[in-house]
């Protein structure tokens, strides 16, 4: 079963940027589907993004559509999520999992292996 740890979240100021990234263990990272979701206090988990296996195929809710994009690499078994022209409705803690089944799930229980989350803060 593939573990998934999130890193390179922090504080940042309105307009700026992050990159956070998704390390995953395990041979069969580059099989699975991956999505980020991030849950802001007091407010359930919600789906940002979603890359296939292959990194050519991506989607996006439609708050961060523009601004954030996923990427991926296989050899290191990683996958990024570049956050750009963040705002302060942005901040929440994200976290990574894999995507069960086919392409085009959003729904939280259509995932598994969660991360722990890494913490993105935006000052306004």
């Known amino acids: 079963q593939v573990q998934l740890v999130e890193s390179g979240g922090g504080l940042v100021q309105a307009g700026g940027s992050l990159r956070l990234s998704c390390a995953a263990s395990g041979r069969t990272f580059s099989t699975y589907n991956i999505g980020w979701f991030r849950q802001a206090p007091g407010k359930d988990r919600e789906f940002v993004a979603a890359i296939d296996w292959s990194g050519r195929r991506t989607y996006y809710t439609d708050s961060v559509r523009g601004r954030f994009t996923g990427s991926r690499d296989n050899a290191k078994n990683t996958m990024y999520l570049q956050m750009n022209s963040l705002k302060p409705e942005d901040t929440a803690v994200y976290y990574c999992?894999?995507?069960?089944?086919?392409?085009?799930?959003?729904?939280?229980?259509?995932?598994?292996?969660w991360g722990q989350g890494t913490q993105v803060t935006v000052s306004s």
């Open positions: 999992a894999v995507m069960n089944g086919g392409w085009g799930k959003q729904l939280e229980a259509d995932f598994s292996s």
